[in-house]
């Protein structure tokens, strides 16, 4: 398909993530209307509130792209809009709305538990919500987290590093632990994620950890020497340390209970010891029926995401459901939603980044996700009729009159152009490199589409 003068297709996109934004790009610049909707009032998703809320030039460099993708004329934005079975619109009205095709994008809002007893004791979160939270999504950022001085962090890969990084240098705790299942060959974080904590490890903790579960490592041909040469690595380049906090990793400890302190809080961590054994070309834990408590009074789970079960999409496995015999793939991948209740796709909608598989990459696996499943819907819309320039101004009328009809205000490219440069002065007045609102109230006002309370 290719671009002319007038788009000839007519399309929504759900969800103004990284994936949600390259995925209209790719659409606008072959010839289609796209209908960005997104929950929450700023476009960007994980690049605005999941990367480390100081990294300000990372983020102000993917801002100006993501800028320069939604000038298209062929691109409306509208922000503040949920869809999904509560929200203003359903998957049907969008398709009912003359939508030819709907590309859903919104990430995996739901947070994964291990369903443990004590998961629901004070001082017990998910690691997803605080990082919305220090990065000011409401309403994370208007929650409160009652975090202690020694904190377990459960799971090890980039988003307990990131935890980490907050309970080291912003709250500066006193003790941070890395609870792992497996063992220091099987860590999951980059080293370049390291080095925001690597100067606050225990290296002799680490040493007498790893002399610990030596032999199981062993036992299944993998070298202590390397994984800890591996964790170590991030010292070379490791940012100094701002705190006291000490950080020190527990391998082969999986978690069993979480402990009432007897006031309704945290008191303890269960973990119950495992050996590793060979699974299909790799390992997975195994329980030695041995059990043990770390002195903590915070537990973050920091172990993945799960697809929103009320969005409207059948859910497997914490993801939606995708055919497993797509006739419009890319590269082999299924992009395309399934009912397994009729055995048949659902027509015209399709799922890219995280909603098509949850918490897989960052910025650049979701651009290269976002922009193939528009592949996948380019190739589904040329099954389908071309449309007049009338047609399609008349299906963007019904569904902005849809929008006007609900009480919540819709946030347009303007209207967000307005609050970038209301964030911009406050930081300018405040002298810090950047600014945000921390509600949507907030912003609201500061775009004048209503007064604070």
């Known amino acids: 398909m290719t671009s002319g003068n007038e788009a000839d297709r007519f399309v929504a996109v759900v969800g103004a993530g990284p994936a949600g934004i390259y995925a209209s790009k790719q659409l606008a610049d072959a010839g289609v209307r796209v209908v960005l909707l997104n929950r929450d009032i700023k476009p960007g998703g994980l690049a605005e509130y999941g990367i480390y809320h100081d990294k300000h030039k990372m983020k102000e460099g993917l801002r100006k792209q993501f800028r320069q993708i939604l000038a298209s004329p062929d691109i409306h934005y509208f922000g503040n809009v949920t ?5 203003i619109f359903t998957l049907e009205d969008l398709r009912d709305l003359g939508c030819q095709a709907v590309l859903v994008t919104v990430g995996a809002q739901g947070t994964k538990w291990l369903g443990l007893p004590g998961e629901d004791l004070q001082g017990v ?37 990131d935890v980490a990084h907050w309970l080291v240098r912003d709250l500066e705790i006193d003790e941070v632990v890395a609870v792992a299942r497996r063992g220091p060959a099987e860590v999951k974080f980059t080293k370049k994620e390291m080095e925001s904590v690597v100067a606050n490890l225990d ?42 906090t000490v950080m020190r990793f527990e391998f082969l400890s999986s978690p069993a209970a979480i402990i009432d302190d007897g006031h309704g809080r945290v008191g303890g961590l269960e ?61 082999g991948v299924s992009y395309e939603a399934f009912d397994p209740a009729t055995g048949a796709p659902i027509e015209g ?76 002065a406050e930081a300018a007045r405040r002298g810090v490199d950047a600014f945000k609102y921390g509600s949507n109230e907030e912003m609201l006002a500061a775009m004048g589409m209503a007064q604070l309370a």
């Open 349 to 424: 909608v399709f799922m890219a980044g995280w909603a098509r598989k949850a918490s897989d990459g960052l910025v650049g696996v979701a651009r290269k996700d976002g922009t193939m499943g528009a592949d996948a819907v380019l190739r589904y819309l040329e099954t389908q009729p071309r449309l007049e320039p009338s047609q399609i101004r008349r299906r963007e009328e019904q569904l902005m009159g849809r929008l006007a009809q609900s009480a919540v205000p819709v946030v347009r490219k303007a209207d967000w152009q307005r609050l970038e440069e209301a964030e911009d």
């Open 125 to 161: 979160y998910h690691a997803k919500d605080i990082v919305y939270h220090y990065n000011q999504l409401p309403p994370f950022s208007q929650q409160q987290f009652h975090i202690g001085r020694r904190a377990a962090l459960i799971g090890v890969g980039n988003v307990m590093v």
């Open 83 to 87: 869809v999904g079975e509560n929200g």
């Open 203 to 244: 290296v002799a903790a680490l040493d007498a950890e790893i002399a610990r579960v030596t032999p199981l490592m062993l036992d299944v041909g993998q070298s202590p020497e390397q994984a800890r040469d591996f964790i170590l690595s991030a010292q070379a380049r490791g940012e100094p340390a701002t705190s006291d």
């Open 271 to 331: 973990v119950e010891d495992t050996k590793l054994v060979p699974r299909n070309g790799d390992t997975s834990a195994r329980s030695l029926g041995t059990r043990r408590v770390l002195d903590v009074d915070t537990v973050v789970f920091c172990i993945g995401d799960r697809v929103d079960e009320e969005f409207g999409l059948p859910v497997e496995w914490n993801e939606f459901i995708k055919n497993p015999d797509p006739r419009f793939s890319t590269d």
